[in-house]
């Protein structure tokens, strides 16, 4: 998609910086729509350098903003760990954090509890964000098979 400057301040940004931001915008709006996952600045940082080398992590912070402010993407906010970001336009869905290698995944809704569920004691639900805690199939297949030669 292209993205006009503004007509009121055309000479603030000068075109080929503009073209490289929009490069990299779209390098790591990329990476973040492809990932099964919110990720970490770190984590887009890595798979983002695969398309573009030499790519700065400060970099990679400037644009996340730049992508909340546009609403492409949001944070997410998990129990422990750094802030994550997923694509925006993913609806409701809960996510499986692996506490053997701190991937996150997202899962559909593993909570079937509509808006508006009166709990017991007169709580009435407006929304969840469950995270369930526990290995990814990766690491399930490594623990069995470290069971098998150890203890
Ligand atoms: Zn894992
Ligand atoms: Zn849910």
């Known amino acids: 998609m292209k993205h006009e400057q503004q007509a009121s301040r055309p ?3 000068p075109a080929p910086l503009g073209q490289r931001q929009t490069r990299q915008r779209e390098a790591i709006g990329r990476v973040i729509e492809a990932a ?3 990720l970490t600045a770190r984590e887009i940082h890595a798979r983002a350098q695969e398309e573009m080398a030499g790519l700065g992590i400060a970099t990679v912070y400037r644009t996340i903003k730049l ?3 546009a609403r492409e993407i949001k944070g997410v906010v998990l129990p422990s760990g ?3 970001y997923e694509s925006a336009g993913r609806g409701h869905h809960d996510h499986f954090l692996c506490r053997s290698c701190e991937q996150v995944f997202d899962l ?3 909570l079937r509890m509509a808006r508006g569920t009166s709990l017991p004691g007169g709580f009435v639900v407006e929304d ?3 995270t369930l805690f526990g290995l990814c199939p ?3 297949a ?3 098979q470290g069971k098998a030669t150890s203890t």
């Open 11 to 13: 000479e603030e940004v």
């Open 36 to 38: 099964t996952g919110p």
């Open 67 to 69: 992508l909340l402010e």
């Open 82 to 84: 750094e802030p994550r």
């Open 108 to 110: 559909g809704c593993p």
């Open 128 to 130: 969840h964000e469950v």
């Open 138 to 140: 990766g690491c399930t």
């Open 142 to 144: 490594g623990a069995t």
